[in-house]
């Protein structure tokens, strides 16, 4: 059972620690820019640290790690419909490219 | 075993752990959420804010995706000389680095909320808002580089893609009115800390719920960074 009396009281240094965390993780995606890294890996590293950043805040600065397991669901389970939409909007995306080439492109 | 919870609310005695927790927590005719409403509402108006902002992280995707004209290269129109050469991107990362510093003293103050200590966190909490304001301040010298100097306006640019003002305009605009609102929102909870409204009604749940909408600016700021300035 987590006890979630102690969250009310973890030290500090916890949050010290989170904070220079995202400090490096953001000082990483910064290099990603300015050393010019291109292509595939350039996107990997991008989304790998912007994920590592997001789970960081929510979990530990949002305190989601200590809710309960419903109200953890509840919320972040509801944005994953929003896949669908991206999903769908880059076909779509794609299309319009296609036609503005064939069609619209001097 | 009663087990305090986060707020202090006091969960029964045999609290079910875990997705059994879940049914239990959906299905037993009680409150569902058992922490402090404001939290819970809280909670569900940043979900929604998240379908907000990736409805425009979307739209953006779906442009850039489209258009047949080149897209400005962002590492070159964010740069910034700084004693001569350009350093690209360096407005925008010292904006992320005082966004995620307003974070860190945002997650201090609810700590020190909990601990009732009012003078840290109404400390903590002003230093927050101070951190938002100079984020605030610093994009609007950004917006004003970018129309004055480079002539970028919402319809079109010299620099190609037109859509690059529209949604730049559009995605950062709303962010920094969720920061600017922010800040107003932190400051009247700083002072009513300070006055002891919190100490008089026993709860800084307050503190917390303004920290998550804190919080939550910073993480779109993440993803803005990712998607929009540096892809």
């Known amino acids: ?68 397991r419903a109200l953890q669901l509840a919320i972040l389970v509801p944005p994953l419909c929003l896949l669908v939409l991206i999903g769908l909007m880059a076909i779509e995306g794609n299309y319009t490219f296609l036609t503005r080439s064939v069609a619209f492109t001097p | 075993m009663a087990v305090e919870t986060m707020s202090g609310h006091i969960a029964p005695a045999g609290v079910v752990e875990g ?8 299905s037993s005719d009680k409150q569902v959420f058992p922490v402090h409403w404001g939290k819970a509402m809280m909670w569900i108006f940043l979900l929604s804010d998240t379908f907000i902002f990736s409805c425009f992280l979307t739209s953006y995707m779906h442009v850039r ?12 129109v964010f740069a910034l000389s700084l004693g001569g050469a ?18 860190g003293t945002m997650a201090m ?34 917006w004003t580089k970018l129309i004055m100097e480079e002539g970028i306006r919402p319809w079109g640019n010299p620099l190609g893609a037109a859509q690059f003002g529209s949604t730049f305009f559009m995605i950062t605009g709303f962010h920094g009115l969720h920061v600017s609102a922010g800040v107003i929102y932190l400051v009247v909870v700083a002072l009513r800390v300070w006055r002891g ?34 892809w």
């Open chain 1, 1 to 68: 059972m987590s006890s979630a009396h102690e969250d009310t009281q973890h030290p500090i240094s916890t949050y010290l620690w989170i904070w220079l965390l995202l400090f490096v993780l953001s000082a990483f995606s910064y290099m990603v820019d300015y050393f010019h890294v291109q292509g595939l890996l350039r996107w990997t590293l991008i989304i790998i640290f912007m994920f590592l950043k997001a789970g960081l805040i929510v979990s530990i600065f949002m305190h989601m790690k200590w809710e309960r």
């Open chain 2, 19 to 26: 997705m059994p927790g879940v049914v239990t927590d959906f």
């Open chain 2, 65 to 76: 995706m489209s258009t047949t004209v080149p897209w400005p290269n962002p590492s070159e």
């Open chain 2, 86 to 103: 350009p350093i690209p991107l360096i407005l925008i990362a010292i904006m992320t680095f005082v966004l995620i510093s307003s974070s």
């Open chain 2, 109 to 142: 103050a609810v700590n020190y909320g909990y601990r009732r200590n009012r003078g840290r966190t109404t400390a903590l909490m002003l230093i927050t808002a101070g951190f938002g304001a100079t984020f605030v301040g610093m994009q609007a010298f950004e």
């Open chain 2, 197 to 230: 409204d919190y100490e008089r009604s026993g709860s800084y749940e307050a503190v917390e719920i303004a920290g998550l909408y804190w919080h939550f600016v910073d993480l779109v700021w993440v993803f803005i960074f990712a998607f929009f300035y540096l």
